[in-house]
C-alpha cells in the first residue's frame, strides 16, 4: 500500500478511507497502536498472520503483545468508506487535530496527526535518509 492521502476525522470520530486503500485493505480491517505516536491499520489477512505468529510464542512474548491487541479496534467500512475510530485510539495515536494523513506503507497504512506527518515526511525524506534505505535494499 502507497501514497500519503490528506482527510479529517469528523466530530464522530469518523475518518474516510481513501478509494485505493480501501481496494487493498477490504471491507474489514484492524487498526491499533504503533511503535511510533501514530496507528497502524492492518488488512483481515494480516491481522490473522500476526496473530498466529504471536500465538507460537512464548507466553512471556504474548505478554508483551498485550497492548496491540488490548487497544486494537476490528473496523468494518460504512456505506461511504468510512470508519469510526475510539476516542481511545485517536487519543494514544496522537490524533488529537481533526485534520489526518494517512500514509500506505507497504503491507500497512498509518493514520497520523497532519501535522505531526508532516515532520516525520521531512526528517524521513532527506537524500541520506533515502540513500541509506536503498543501499540497505541493496537497490
Known amino acids: 500500500m502507497t501514497g ?7 466530530a464522530k470520530g469518523r475518518l474516510f478511507i481513501p478509494a485505493r486503500l480501501r481496494e487493498e ?15 497502524s491499520i492492518y488488512s483481515l489477512e494480516n491481522w490473522e498472520r500476526f496473530e ?4 507460537m510464542m512464548e507466553k512471556s512474548e504474548q505478554t508483551r503483545m498485550r497492548p496491540l491487541f488490548a487497544h ?6 460504512d456505506g461511504q468508506g468510512r470508519i469510526l475510530l475510539s476516542k481511545d485510539l485517536r487519543t494514544r495515536g496522537g490524533l488529537l487535530d481533526n485534520n489526518v494523513a494517512i500514509v500506505g506503507v507497504g503491507r500497512t497504512v498509518e493514520i497520523w496527526d497532519a501535522n505531526a506527518w508532516e515532520i516525520e515526511d521531512e526528517k524521513e525524506t532527506t537524500p541520506e535518509n533515502i540513500e541509506k534505505v536503498l543501499k540497505e535494499l541493496h537497490v
Open 52 to 55: 498466529d505468529k504471536v500465538s
Open 72 to 77: 486494537a479496534q476490528r473496523c468494518d467500512l
Open 25 to 39: 485493505l477490504g471491507d474489514t480491517f484492524y487498526v491499533t497502536l504503533s511503535m511510533q505516536k501514530c496507528l
Open 4 to 10: 500519503i492521502y490528506q482527510h479529517s476525522i469528523d
